[in-house]
């Protein structure tokens, strides 16, 4: 009898036990956000019709013959279609639209299920906004870029699902460049130059035919911050808000700089040479031009008509004579490069886009939660090669390079010296107050006093020694009292 | 009555006529004065006098623009004829002789009044006008615009309806729709000169039938966009361009505008909302974002 019960409280111990292993599923952990634990396995209810909120921002493409909202349109529609009980209420804001809407749609505890990040992938709430890397399949993550997805991932997290990568870029004029009649003539892809090579060719540019150097847009303050990028190869504040840029480093670019004006290289007046630098550009007396983006570069290669020619984006793998020379003829006057290599380090300052997944205060289940990922998988996957295409970006998978290629208007060469360059991108901090604070800091302290250092009336070591000291308080001010 | 307030009543009579003392329209260089023989005769007016008493067959002198005195005897020939006061003198009656109403070329000649979102398309090509209903054209009329020379073209750009006038004669015909061109008086308007409809004939004026421009007239309230196109004269940028100015280089720089896509009206003047679009471009283009028209933005938009 005693051993009976034994054998009940046995048999009773293991069902209870493998009852809680098959609940708790600790092989599969959950995801905690802000106190709920979300099954990142659940999976969708086939009765059960899903209604998930997506907000995305319209890029302005202003030469596609169709706008970006349709293209989202298109892929919503797509993966309703799909998906057939999910529902997607789909809200594109204008390019000009602020953010605050999506703070105020937190502070209120009820975001979209997905939001698109196209100026730069955030971790805007660790309430609400849910870590993505258990939901992703090893070979989902296994596709995704290892630079698309180190740009998103922060404590082990991946805080949203990547679209593209957009490295920035220099651009150089081709027949003005000194140090090779033709840069492409000796290299497989757009060469990239460091500090040294870039000072000679300004010099020997100016002897040769009178190039006043570099056509350069100082007032932005996205120079200055990936110049320091390429220096240091990290962003200028960490993730708890320190500097990461030694006095040392902002001494050597602003020196940098300053020698530049010195030498002629940079107009001392930088604003007027800032409202002048196409001009400059295609008048042929600058070599070279900075900062430039994605609509700036779209101006560049039309006007230069490399997006004109069928033939400067020929197929793989092999370019015939012909086509060389076609692309020899229309490369002339526009090539991109990377910012200068300082310390011969390659890092590129660069933006990543993606979509993030939230959950909303009243938590909507686990398989919601499912549902939105499924959406912004869907979404990301769908969008990522065209929207790379239109920027000059690099999509964030490897399945989708094929098709960025194809669908490219540049040269095989560029775009592989693109995917090159992206492997060393250095994205903005992920959290959104730390990047916000580095964008208030650049814009209201770092170029102010740099546009000093130019015009002589503060030294390199001063502003080296201002910026370092910056985010302390400026941390204290911006986090309140 | 004093003269000072005899002035001030004539001012204020005229102020209060509507679409008449405030709106003439001096550019289309149409004279409201009776044309007389002289030297100060505007020789324009004078070659159509010519060309008009040729083809009645009272005139075969050289179309000069001189009016002499072959010229006066053949106008007072036709004024008997016509059973007007045989004088030299070109008045609106005279011109209504002359003119022999030609038949217009419209798509349709009769067709209701419209309703609906309207809005007027003027092709300085085509030498069409066509008004459209809920952005489907409605119906179509010959037109003549201006000459392509001097200052004589047409003002290409967006523009509204912004005073309507009746029977003003002479060259203006029987009806004027007058535009918001910012450097000059414009408008659409009928004519005695039909046999120039069809042509680049005005000094900048859109001239239509008379009995086409009574149709529209009373089709189209102010407030009517117009949009004239087509070929448009050369014009210096200037250095720089910012809110407030005005003219044909600003409506070049909206019509690039218009061209990538922003929504914005060419129409000459520098307001706000081409500032916020300008900031726009900038912005998005990494420029310095000012509002301002400056080098670079000659180039974005390809002017330069």
Redesign the interface.
Known sequence: MVQRRRLISVLLLVALGIGGLWYLQPWRPRVEVGGIKINPHAALDPNKNYTVVVWDWELPLLWSEITHAQVVQDAVRACMAQYPNIRIELVVKGWDESDQAVHDALAGGNPPDVLGMPRGVRLLSPDYQIPLERFLTQDELADLTTAAQRAVTHNQHIWAIPRWLNPTRWVIHTERWPTSPDPWAHESIPPVYTRQEWEESLTEARTKNGSSGLALNILDPWFFYSLMVSATGRTYLDHAGNPQWSEESIYQVAHMLQTWVKKGFIPKDVEAAARTRLGDYWSGSAIALAPTNSWLLHHLFQRSGMLDSPEAAPSSPALTQTTTAKLEEVQRSVMWTLPPLINNRMAVAAVVSGYGVFRQAEYKGHDHTQAAVTVARFLSRKLSAWEATQLFAVPAYYSEIDAWITGSRLPEQDLYALLTWTEAAVVAPLEDHIARLEEQIMLETALPRLIHVLQGTLTPEEFARELVASPVSALAEFRGP | MRPQRLWGLLIAILLLLPGVSRSQPFTCGISLAPLMPGPDADPVDVADLQTLLQNNRYYFGPIDGIYDEALAAAVRAFKQAQHLEPTAVIDEDTWSALAKEEPSTSDATTKPKPTGRMRVEVDTVRLRLTLFVNDEPYKSYPVAVGKMTGYNWSPVGDWRIVSKGVNWGGGFGTRWLGLNVPWGTYGIHGTNKPYSIGTRASHGCIRMHNRDVEELYSWVPVGTPVRIIGQAPAVKLRSQLRMGDSGQDVVKVQQHMQA???QIDADGRYGPKTRDQVR?LQ??????ADGAI???MY??L?L?
């Open positions: 990538l896509g922003l726009y912005e998005l283009y990494g420029l310095p400056y080098n670079d180039y974005l390809g330069k």
